[in-house]
């Protein structure tokens, strides 16, 4: 049980880890009020997420140990629900919104498709 929450803790450390510095870099090169980064992280991981789905389904075995360090710990640490829901309350705040129901929609609906392309690509692996 010690080693579990060991890697647990570990892969969480890395996804956060990885969604900020993937963040912070996709802000910068966008440089708007829009929050490009944590749309990039989340779209990313909604496609990640369906990818390894699919290929630990068919394609990959590995232990359910494993599967929960990885969609747990990692994944549950590198997408980012709470950042893009306080992002669109900010620019709810400041009257955007355009950029409110832009983010909204392309989250939800690019996300979706990115799972589903995800599974349909680890299918075919």
Do not use: D, H
């Not at 966008?30 to 789905?53: D, K, R």
């Not at 075995?61 to 599967?67: F, L, N, V, W």
């Not at 990885?70 to 669109?88: P, R, W, Y």
């Amino acid at each position: 049980m010690i080693q579990k929450i060991l890697l647990l803790m570990l892969a969480g450390a890395f996804g956060t880890l990885l969604r900020y510095f993937l963040s912070v870099y996709v802000q910068k090169l966008a440089g708007s009020e829009f929050p490009y980064g944590t749309m990039t992280v989340n779209l990313i991981g909604c496609f990640a997420i369906g990818l390894l789905y699919a290929l630990f389904e068919g394609k990959i075995t590995i232990s359910e140990e494993m599967r929960l360090v990885l969609f747990v710990g990692f994944m549950g640490a590198f997408t980012t629900f709470s950042t893009f829901i306080f992002e669109s309350n900010v620019l709810l705040k400041n009257s955007q919104y355009l950029m409110v129901f832009g983010n909204i929609l392309i989250q939800n609906l690019v996300g979706i498709a990115a799972v589903y392309g995800g599974l349909q690509l680890g299918k075919l692996a």
